[in-house]
C-alpha cells in the first residue's frame, strides 16, 4: 500500500476534482491499483501522468469515450500489430492528402495535423502508463 494514492491524493496531484477522477474510472480510463482495509481505491503515482495525457487527447478533439475505447481496443494487442495498424491508416492519410484537388487539400492538411497531435500524445499516453 506504500505509495498509493488515495482519490483526494490523486486528484490534487494530477490538477482535476475527486469527480474528474470518478467519471474517468467509470469510464475504464484509469483503473485503482487496489483498495485499503477500509475500501478507499489506491491509485498508483503514475496515474497522474495517464491523467495528463488523457486531458491532452481530450483538448486536441477525441471523446472521453472514444479514448476509453482505443485504450480497451488495445489492451492485449501486441505493439507491433498496432504500429502496423497505424502505418497502415497513414499510408491511407498520406495517398488522400496527395490526391486530394485544390479545394480538399485545406481539410487534408487539417487532418494531417490533427493525426499528428494524436500520435503525439498516444505516444506520451504510452509513456505515462504504469507498467502493470
Known sequence: ???????????????????TIDFYTTL???????????????YDPA?????ASIR???????????IGRELRAADGMVLSEAVARL?????ALR????????DAQPMAATLTIRAHNLITAAMELLIAMPDV
Open 87 to 91: 502505418n497502415r491508416d497513414l499510408e
Open 56 to 66: 491532452r487527447l481530450e483538448a486536441s478533439g477525441m471523446a472521453l469515450e472514444d
Open 47 to 51: 496515474t497522474v501522468e495517464l491523467i
Open 95 to 102: 495517398a488522400l492528402a496527395e490526391t486530394a484537388d485544390a
Open 1 to 19: 500500500m506504500s505509495g498509493l494514492m488515495r482519490i483526494g491524493e490523486l486528484a490534487t496531484a494530477a490538477g482535476v476534482s475527486n469527480r
Open 28 to 42: 475504464g480510463l484509469i483503473a485503482p491499483a487496489e483498495r485499503s482495509p477500509g475500501g478507499y481505491r489506491l
